[in-house]
């Protein structure tokens, strides 16, 4: 059985950090992708970035700069840094993953975490 779970979320005051992870079992994605999503209070769940098995990275253009993807493939772990955090980055945080990359749609991935909330404090 595949699970994805994350943690590190919290809270943190505007401009701090914070690095959440995702934990894979019972399948490896080192020659899959692996995504961060997030939905806040009354929005849609929106793409935050993703990895990909040769460890190059895309993201949303909304937290180019400031939150940066990584991978432990041997671990089987993802990263997502998140740097000078903002109130508009409150969400739960979601991670996703699936064996091939096919674009950026929430229906391409095929696994799902249950998600991790972090809270900005303005």
């Known amino acids: 059985q595949v699970q994805l779970v994350e943690s590190g979320g919290g809270l943190v005051q505007a401009g701090g950090s914070l690095r959440l992870s995702c934990t894979a079992s019972?399948?490896?994605?080192?020659?899959?992708?692996m995504a961060w999503f997030r939905q806040a209070p009354g929005k849609e769940r929106e793409f935050v970035g993703l990895?990909?098995?040769?460890?190059?990275?895309y993201y949303a253009d909304f937290v180019k700069g400031r939150f940066t993807i990584s991978r432990d493939n041997d671990k089987n772990i993802m990263y997502l840094q998140m740097n000078t955090l903002k109130a508009e980055d409150t969400a739960v945080y979601y991670c996703?993953?699936?064996?091939?990359?096919?674009?950026?749609?929430?229906?391409?991935?095929?696994?799902w975490g249950q998600g991790t909330q972090v809270t900005v404090s303005s």
């Open positions: 019972g399948r490896t994605f080192s020659n899959g992708v």
């Open positions: 996703a993953a699936s064996d091939v990359s096919r674009g950026i749609r929430e229906s391409r991935f095929d696994y």
């Open positions: 990895i990909k098995g040769t460890g190059s990275t």
